[in-house]
C-alpha cells in the first residue's frame, strides 16, 4: 500500500492548489465483450481495472485515475454492467449517453473481427449527434493480418479507426497519441476556470427530489450554459445563482432526462453519480425523510466519501414529516449516518422552497473546510500535544513514535504522518477525531495517511 502519492501535490503555496483542475475525462464504450476492460487495463497499465471473469456481474468502480506520458487523467468504464441480448441495445445507448454527457474525448470500442454489429450501429447513430471528440477504436488486432478488417470500419462513418490489440498492446500508443491531441488539458465539461463558479453535484436516489430542488433553485433565475450549442441535446450543466452567487450545478442533464431502463438502472445511476462527482466540488445528498433511510442512501453518501468531495446532507420532504416518523428520522441518522456526522444538514422541502437558502451557508461551510491548510508548524504542534496527553499504545514491546507531520494536500485536507512504526487504525482514528475537534471541517472529509521510516 503506498500512502506516499499525495506528497506530489505538496506545496507550501496554498493558492497553488486552491484552483485544483478537475481532470479530463475520457469515457470508453462498447457493447459487450469488444475489450473494454482489457483496453482500460491496457491504458492504466495496472491490474487494479478489474476484467470480470464472470458475464453479468457489476463492477463496482468506474472511474479510474490515470496518467500517460506526463498527462493525467479520469477514465471512466462504461461498460462495467453486462446486459442480457435483449436490453443490449437500450444499455449500451445509455452508455453511450452518459459518456457524451460526460467525458472529454469517448472512445468507442468495436470488435474489429466481427466487424460492426446493429448494436454498434445504434450508437453509432447517438455519436455522430455529439460534437465530443469520438475515436473508433478496432479493437482485436492482434497482428498486420486483422488490419483490413479494421479498415473496413471506416464505413462507420466516425472517421479513422484505429486498429489496436487491448490484449498485446499493439497500436494502443498511437491511438493514445491522437486521443491526447484532442483531450484539454483540464476537463472542458466542468469548465473549471480559476475563480469560476464552484461546482455542485445534486445526488440521490430516484424520486427524493433532485429535479424539484433544481427547478425551485433555478426559478425565474435560470442561466442556462448550453455547452452543446447546436445539438439538440440538454445542457450538461447549469449555472444558478443562489444567495447572491452563481453556481455551477453538475450533471443537470442527468437529473433532468430520466432514463428509463429495465435492466441495469443501479448500475448506470451508480455510473452517472460517480461521473458527476469527478467534476464536482461538493455534493448535495438528498435524502427523503418520508422514506426510511436505505441502503441506497448510505451507498450514495459512500461514493461521496470515495470521491473526497466535500458533503451537504439535505434532509428533503421535510413537509411531510410527522412526529412518529421524526422520532425514526433521528435514530436512522444516529445508526447509519454516524459516519458522517461531520457533514453539515439542512431540512429542506423542495415543493414548498422551505429553508432552501440554507443550502448555501451549507455548501460554504463545506467548500471552505474542504480547502483547509494548516500551516505545517501548527500542525506539529497539534501532533506534539496530542501525543503528549494520549501516546499510542505500546505494541510487542514497541511504541511507534510520531516524528513529524505535514498536511500535504487540501481538497480534501490529506495529513502525512512519519512515524517509527505502524500506527494502528485505532490511533489513526483517534487523530482524526482530534482533527476535527480542533479545527472543525466540517462539510469535508479528511485522510490522515502515514509513512514509516525505515
Ligand atoms: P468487455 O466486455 O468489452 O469489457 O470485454 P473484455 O475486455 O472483457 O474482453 C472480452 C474478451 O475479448 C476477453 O476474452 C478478452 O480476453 C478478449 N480480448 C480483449 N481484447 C482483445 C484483443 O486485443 N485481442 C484478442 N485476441 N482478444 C481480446
Ligand atoms: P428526483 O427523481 O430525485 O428528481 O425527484 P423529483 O424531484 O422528480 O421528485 C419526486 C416526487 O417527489 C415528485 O412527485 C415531487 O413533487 C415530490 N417531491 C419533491 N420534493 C418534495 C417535497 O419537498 N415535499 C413533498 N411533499 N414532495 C416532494
Do not use: C
Not at 464472470?54 to 490515470?66: E, N
Not at 433532485?210 to 449555472?239: H, I, M
Not at 452567487?245 to 443501479?266: C, E, N, P, S, Y
Amino acid at each position: 500500500e503506498d500512502d506516499f502519492g499525495v506528497l506530489d501535490s505538496a506545496t507550501d503555496d496554498p493558492d497553488a492548489i486552491r484552483y485544483l483542475p478537475a481532470l479530463p475525462v475520457i469515457a470508453i464504450v462498447g457493447r459487450p465483450n469488444v475489450g473494454k476492460s482489457a483496453l482500460v487495463n491496457r491504458i492504466l497499465g495496472r491490474r487494479e481495472a478489474v476484467v470480470e471473469d464472470t458475464p453479468g456481474v457489476t463492477r463496482d468502480r468506474v472511474s479510474y485515475k490515470g496518467e500517460w506520458l506526463d498527462r493525467r487523467f479520469t477514465l471512466v468504464d462504461t461498460g462495467g454492467w453486462e446486459p442480457d441480448a435483449k436490453g443490449i441495445d437500450a444499455s449500451v445507448a445509455a452508455q453511450a449517453e452518459v459518456a457524451i454527457d460526460l467525458a472529454d474525448v469517448v472512445l468507442f470500442v468495436v470488435d474489429a473481427r466481427v466487424g460492426a454489429t446493429s448494436t454498434d450501429e445504434h450508437v453509432v447513430r447517438l455519436l455522430r449527434k455529439t460534437d465530443r471528440p469520438v475515436f473508433l477504436v478496432a479493437n482485436k488486432v492482434d497482428d498486420a493480418r486483422q488490419e483490413p478488417e479494421a479498415a473496413a470500419l471506416w464505413n462507420l462513418g466516425l472517421g479513422e479507426p484505429f486498429p489496436v490489440s487491448a490484449l498485446h498492446g499493439r497500436g494502443v500508443a498511437d491511438m493514445l497519441d491522437a486521443v491526447f491531441t484532442k483531450l484539454p488539458l483540464v476537463s472542458a465539461v466542468a469548465k473549471d476556470e480559476v475563480g469560476g463558479p464552484r461546482r455542485v453535484a445534486i445526488l440521490g436516489r430516484p424520486n427524493v427530489g433532485k429535479s424539484s430542488l433544481l427547478n425551485k433553485a433555478a426559478g425565474e433565475e435560470r442561466v442556462v450554459v448550453n455547452e452543446l450549442a447546436g445539438t439538440t441535446r440538454d445542457p450538461v450543466d447549469e449555472q444558478i445563482e443562489l444567495g447572491g452567487k452563481i453556481w455551477r450545478f453538475v450533471d443537470t442533464a442527468g437529473i433532468r432526462r430520466r432514463v428509463h431502463l429495465q435492466q441495469g438502472a443501479d448500475f448506470y445511476a451508480s455510473l452517472r453519480t460517480q461521473a458527476a462527482l469527478e467534476k464536482a466540488e461538493v455534493a448535495v445528498v438528498m435524502l427523503d425523510v418520508s422514506q426510511p433511510l436505505s441502503e441506497q442512501d448510505v451507498r450514495i453518501i459512500d461514493l461521496v466519501l470515495e470521491s473526497g468531495r466535500a458533503l451537504v446532507l439535505a434532509f428533503n420532504k421535510w413537509d411531510l414529516l410527522d412526529d412518529e416518523r421524526r422520532r425514526y428520522l433521528e435514530r436512522e441518522i444516529e445508526q447509519d449516518l454516524a459516519h458522517v456526522s461531520w457533514a453539515p444538514r439542512v431540512n429542506i422541502s423542495a415543493r414548498t422552497g422551505r429553508h432552501l437558502e440554507k443550502l448555501v451557508p451549507a455548501l460554504e461551510t463545506a467548500l471552505e473546510s474542504w480547502d483547509t491548510r494548516i500551516p505545517t508548524g501548527k500542525f506539529n504542534a497539534f501532533i506534539t500535544e496530542l501525543t503528549q496527553e494520549h501516546p499510542h499504545p505500546v505494541r510487542g514491546g514497541k511504541q511507534p513514535r510520531i516524528l513529524f507531520g505535514t498536511q500535504a494536500a487540501s481538497r480534501p485536507p490529506t495529513f502525512v504522518l512519519f512515524t517509527t512504526g505502524f500506527l494502528d487504525p485505532g490511533y489513526r482514528r483517534f487523530i482524526q477525531r482530534r482533527l476535527r475537534e480542533i479545527y472543525g471541517f466540517e462539510g469535508s472529509p479528511i485522510v490522515v495517511n502515514m509513512r514509516v521510516r525505515e
